[in-house]
């Protein structure tokens, strides 16, 4: 049972230009959201993240957004760089419900072309 | 003040032989996650501990499969009897506290292949 999707196992974007990564999730009881970032061979690190309180966050050239309604979050990375290349994992957690688990996604892995 | 460390990084066996995963968290840290990464699947939580309880296993495998996180060492994640399917990634973290779950550091993985 797939709570938390990212439909998109790839993305390709030229360096300097907008990289949009989406994630939509099933669980309403969801209420924190977070991106990690993960090179081969290393673990994940935390990149970002969101309360269900807030629509956008900000940091640096990293925002997320969140739709609620939709079920649907977004990181947006601008100016997209080679480094930034990576695969993207969107997680989420109900703090709420006393929860312990990250529920992942299956990740983007996003590649920043020269 | 070094990260998570997990050990071994890469770990063979055969079919029915046990596997032991060892993390140590960082300083200071109490809780400890261990999650796991099927091929072309995203990270599964399996168990969450601190120092010498298990407080959540919900994701753990009912069989063959038990962690521990004693007073003093590593925490250790034990595979008895493994079977193909359990060859995958297994990721540890940890956090100074709980359920702060932006402040999960997680380790390099251990990468278990069951021949």
């Known amino acids: 049972d797939q709570q938390v999707k990212q439909n998109s196992p790839s993305l390709s974007v030229q360096e300097g230009r907008i990289s949009i990564l989406n994630c939509d999730y099933t669980n309403s009881m969801f209420d924190y959201f977070l991106w990690y970032k993960k090179y081969p061979a290393e673990g994940p690190t935390f990149l970002i993240s969101i309360s269900s309180i807030k629509d956008k966050n900000e940091d640096g050239r990293f925002t997320v957004f969140l739709n609620k309604s939709a079920k649907h979050l977004s990181l947006h990375i601008v100016p997209s760089q080679p480094g930034d290349s990576a695969v993207y994992f969107c997680?989420?957690?109900?703090?709420?419900?006393?929860?312990?688990?990250?529920?992942f996604g299956k990740g983007t892995s996003l590649l920043v072309t020269p | 003040n070094a990260g998570v460390m997990q050990n071994p990084r890469h770990l063979v066996r055969r079919r029915g032989q046990e596997a032991r995963l060892r993390c140590s968290p960082m300083k200071g840290h109490s809780h400890v996650y261990w999650y796991r990464q099927l091929p072309e699947e995203g990270l599964k939580f399996m168990v969450y501990?601190?120092?010498?309880?298990?407080?959540?296993e919900s994701g753990m495998p009912k069989e063959r499969f038990s962690a521990e996180f004693p007073k003093e060492g590593p925490s250790i994640l034990r595979i008895q009897q493994v079977v193909r399917g359990d060859s995958a990634a297994y990721f540890c973290?940890?956090?100074?506290?709980?359920?702060?779950?932006?402040?999960?550091?997680f380790g390099s993985g251990t990468q278990l292949s069951v021949l």
């Open positions: 973290a940890s956090s100074e506290s709980a359920p702060t779950n932006e402040k999960l550091f």
């Open positions: 997680a989420a957690i109900s703090n709420s419900n006393s929860g312990y688990a990250l529920n």
């Open positions: 501990l601190q120092k010498e309880n298990i407080i959540d």
